[in-house]
């Protein structure tokens, strides 16, 4: 089966950085997804990463390692509105997506 | 441009009784997927179809079916509800069900409790 593992929780203050990491281990690997989710809601793409190397989007950036089998996903400038669920998913060798249980990250003031 | 719906919302359901929950998106994409997400475990699919006509079975396919008689709907069924089923579910699209910047976007869930 498929292993994604990453943190359950992390706090922040708003206006810092906080990094989210996720190590994988796939049969086969096809690239990795970041998603956000807030409570209640459908889980909304952020990020995709099939090479090594940071792909940066606005506040938020994610880093692929292959090698390592390790990602992160970075937010900067935190909002209020960053407070969510924020999921990790590989797609393997079948192309299909496989998740992580979700980080809960809180923004306090 | 609605995306993807999914109806019921919410569904409280007795365990026996057997529960379609329907799903359908306007973007023309050729594969389409169901998850369900519970607390802890995040999200796992339950079946997949990469085009009209064909479905596959994913990670957690037991007691659960599904038909994909056309590209825009992907019904689930629960031929006999039990109480293990009890979660969210999500419905989920993609352009291509292949590789590259295949990203799949999500439905807005139905909440599914079985008594």
């Known amino acids: 089966g498929q292993n994604i593992d990453q943190p359950t929780e992390m706090t922040a203050t708003e206006g810092a950085i906080v990094q989210i990491n996720c190590t994988y281990q796939?049969?086969?690997?096809?690239?990795l997804f970041w998603y956000q989710q807030h409570a209640g809601e459908a889980p909304t793409f952020l990020s995709y990463n099939v090479l090594d190397g940071l792909e940066e989007k606005g506040r938020f950036s994610s880093f692929l390692s292959r090698s390592k089998g390790y990602s992160y996903l970075l937010l900067k400038e935190l909002q209020m509105k960053d407070s969510a669920s924020y999921l990790c998913?590989?797609?393997?060798?079948?192309?299909?997506?496989?998740f992580g249980a979700g980080t809960t990250v809180t923004v306090r003031a | 441009i609605a995306g993807i719906t999914q109806a019921p919302t919410s569904q409280i359901l007795a365990a026996g009784r057997r529960m379609t929950l329907r799903c359908t998106q306007d973007?023309?994409?050729?594969?389409m997927y169901w998850y369900r997400q519970d607390l802890g475990l995040g999200l796992r699919l339950i079946h997949y179809?990469?085009?009209?006509?064909?479905?596959g079975k994913g990670e957690v396919p037991d007691g659960y079916s599904v038909s994909r008689a056309n590209t825009d709907d992907f019904p689930l069924t629960l031929a006999s509800a039990v109480p293990s089923q009890t979660s969210v579910y999500f419905c989920?699209?993609?352009?291509?069900?292949?590789?590259?910047?295949?990203?799949?976007?999500f439905g807005p869930g139905t909440r599914l409790t079985v008594l």
């Open positions: 998913a590989v797609r393997d060798g079948d192309y299909k997506l496989s």
């Open positions: 179809s990469n085009t009209a006509g064909t479905t």
């Open positions: 989920a699209s993609s352009d291509s069900g292949g590789g590259g910047t295949d990203t799949q976007y």
């Open positions: 973007m023309r994409h050729n594969a």
């Open positions: 796939t049969s086969g690997f096809n690239g």
